[in-house]
C-alpha cells in the first residue's frame, strides 16, 4: 500500500495516525502524526491599512495576529519606520525569537556584533540569547512583518510603549535605558 493511500485519508479525516517506531542514529522512538486541535482559534483575515494599533513613541505598529488568535504560539506585528527612525534599543530576549521580513524600504540590524542592511524580500531570524537591534538608517520609510514566538513578547508590546511614551525619551538608546 502507497504511504499517501493510508495518510491522506486519515488527515482529511483529522485522525491520529501513529507511525511504526524507527531506530536511526543510535536510538529509537516512534512518531506520531497528530492533528492539532485549533477550532478554539477561528481563521482571520487583516486588511489592508486595519488591525489594531499598538502603543510605540517612535513609529507606527499594527498588530496583525495576537498570541491568543494562534494558540500562544506567535505574534505578527506589521512596522512602517520613518526614514532615519529607531526600530529597538539594543537587546536581548531570553524566551522570545524573532523574525523580520522586509516589504520595502531597506532596515539595518545589529546581530551578532555584525550590522546588516535588508532589502525587500529578505529575511532576518534573531534568535532568543543573541544580542540584537534594528533601525531604519534609509531616507526612505521602511515596511516590515516582525514575527515573534513565545507568548511573552506580546505583554511586553503593550505595557513598554506606554512607558516609553509617558518618558518622552529622545532616542532609542534613552528608550532602552
Known amino acids: 500500500m502507497k504511504l499517501t493511500t493510508a495518510i491522506l485519508p486519515a488527515l482529511a479525516l483529522g ?3 501513529t507511525v511504526p517506531a524507527c531506530a536511526h542514529d543510535g536510538h529509537s522512538h516512534d512518531h506520531a502524526m497528530t492533528m492539532p486541535d485549533h477550532a478554539d482559534h477561528p481563521d482571520k483575515l487583516v486588511r489592508a491599512a486595519t488591525g489594531e494599533m499598538v502603543d510605540n513613541p517612535f513609529h507606527p505598529v499594527r ?5 491568543e488568535e494562534s494558540a500562544g504560539e506567535v ?12 526600530g ?8 522570545e525569537d524573532e523574525y ?3 516589504i520595502s524600504g531597506t532596515l539595518d540590524v545589529l546581530s551578532n556584533g555584525e550590522t546588516l542592511r535588508l532589502n525587500p524580500g529578505d529575511f532576518a531570524a534573531l534568535n532568543r540569547g ?3 537591534m534594528f533601525w ?3 531616507d526612505t520609510p521602511t515596511e516590515l512583518i516582525m514575527t515573534t514566538t513565545g507568548s511573552s513578547f506580546e505583554a511586553f508590546m503593550s505595557s513598554a510603549g ?11 538608546e534613552e528608550a532602552g535605558a
Open 136 to 138: 531604519n538608517g534609509s
Open 130 to 132: 543573541h544580542a540584537h
Open 75 to 86: 505574534t505578527i506585528y506589521e512596522f512602517l519606520l520613518p526614514p532615519k527612525s529607531p
Open 63 to 67: 498588530l496583525l495576529l495576537s498570541n
Open 162 to 172: 506606554p512607558r516609553i511614551a509617558e518618558a518622552k525619551p529622545a532616542n532609542a
Open 15 to 17: 485522525l491520529s495516525l
Open 88 to 95: 529597538s534599543p539594543p537587546h536581548t530576549h531570553s524566551l
Open 100 to 102: 523580520f521580513y522586509v
